[in-house]
């Protein structure tokens, strides 16, 4: 049986790794800036991690969501406690497409209404609502086409007005900071307007943060720069460090039956071990505190690079922007100086995605090597 071809491939089989650093097949050692996609928070096989993971599946990996699984409240008990969103209730799922999923759907059920209003360039995953409210015609299949989704400009506030004001938008869906879109953030004056709209013509405000959560901005979550309360957060990514979890935190406005939503897998015991092992080191190693300084590093190092036209994003979540396509570059970042780095929608804008545990020497072994290939 072949793979259903589906991935363009680099030619690196990874054997191991630990906190930023990605082993291949070869003994060669990489730097890792990309996090597998955002998704390392806590630095690759951290011992408490994989401690934790290691006593749960000894003891219970996995047990259907028909009986109590207490390690779910601890987890919502250090969700609440990290990101303050002490009011929000919690629904566990698998991946940052579910968790989107059931949040358009959970505001359709809860408003009784059908439109979605998503952002231009805006990715919030594969899945059928979810992928129909992604700006990307090539992975919406006419399936998914069938969904109402209207695409506004990020920050064009009137337009939203517009839409809402036909009062059948049952939500707004955006990513605070755009991941794959390639790192553009409006104003907290837009956001605020926004939550204020949502509101007015009610309609339920849906923050993806499935990339910008779990610290990678240097807040726990993106938005909370806004100081806005969105109805529904959507999580993944960096909340299991690499073990499939996601979910939504959702405002007690919205009312739980049973059988509203739902999920064999979600919430599993190995899935909450592995996020509480990941809440414990945001927590005890201050990671958001070590975003935000080393950030500032990089963006202090990225200011003196003339060929920089912009540096984008916030926290560990950042986009240099060049004014050539940086496709060579990446790949010799890759192979010539073995350093991860992620792309995006924008050819000319190399993304900056590590561990949260990154220290300043590794941005200065990232900035000797981009200073010797731009020499070139
Ligand atoms: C903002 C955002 N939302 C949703 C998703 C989809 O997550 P997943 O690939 O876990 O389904 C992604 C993945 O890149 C993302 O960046």
């Known amino acids: 049986m072949n793979l259903f071809n589906v991935y363009p491939l680099f030619d690196i ?17 990489y730097l890792d800036l990309y996090g597998g996609h955002a998704v390392i928070s806590i630095g690759h096989s951290h011992p408490e991690y994989v401690r934790r993971i290691n006593e749960q599946v000894g003891k219970l990996g996995f047990y259907s969501n028909s009986i109590k699984n207490p390690l779910q409240q601890q987890l919502a008990k ?12 919690l629904f566990l799922c698998n991946s940052g497409a579910e968790a989107n999923e059931n949040a358009l759907k959970l505001a359709s059920f809860h408003t009784k209404k059908k439109k979605v209003i998503s952002f231009k360039k805006a990715f919030h995953g594969r899945t059928s609502a979810a992928v129909a409210a992604t700006d990307n015609t090539k992975i919406v299949a006419p399936i998914n086409a069938q969904q109402k989704v ?12 517009k839409a809402l004001s036909r009062n059948d938008v049952c939500a707004v869906i955006t990513e605070c900071i755009q991941g794959v879109g390639g790192l553009d953030e409006s104003t907290t004056e837009f956001y605020k307007e926004l939550e204020a709209l949502c509101k007015k013509h009610d309609a339920l405000l849906i923050m993806d943060e499935v990339q910008s959560g779990f610290g990678r901005t240097g807040d726990f979550f993106a938005f909370q720069k806004h100081r806005i309360t969105p109805d529904i957060i959507s999580i993944a990514k960096g909340m299991g460090n690499g073990f499939p979890i996601g979910g939504i935190l959702i405002h ?7 059988g509203l939503l739902g999920s064999t897998f979600g919430g599993n015991h190995l899935a909450c071990a592995a996020s509480l092992a990941v809440l ?10 070590n975003t935000k300084d080393i950030s500032s590093y990089f963006s202090e190092r990225a200011k003196t690079i003339p060929q920089i036209r912009q540096i984008k994003g916030r926290g560990l979540m950042l986009g240099l922007e060049f004014d050539f396509p940086i496709a060579k570059l990446r790949k010799n970042l890759i192979f010539e100086h073995h350093i991860f780095t992620g792309n995006a929608k924008n050819p000319n804008l190399i993304r900056i995605l590590p561990p949260l545990s990154i220290q300043k020497k590794h941005i200065d072994f990232f900035f000797e090597a981009l200073t010797k290939e731009l020499l070139k």
Request: charged share 35%; aromatic share 6%; with cysteine.
């Open 252 to 258: 007690p406005k919205i009312e739980a039956s049973f």
């Open 280 to 289: 414990k080191v945001l927590n005890d190693e201050e990671l958001m505190k």
């Open 150 to 161: 209207e695409f506004i400009s990020l920050g064009d506030i009137v337009s939203v007005e």
């Open 78 to 89: 250090e969700l609440a406690r990290l990101s303050n969103c002490k009011d929000h209730n």
């Open 13 to 29: 089989v990874p054997t191991k790794a630990n906190d930023v650093f990605v082993h291949d097949e070869n003994g060669t050692k």
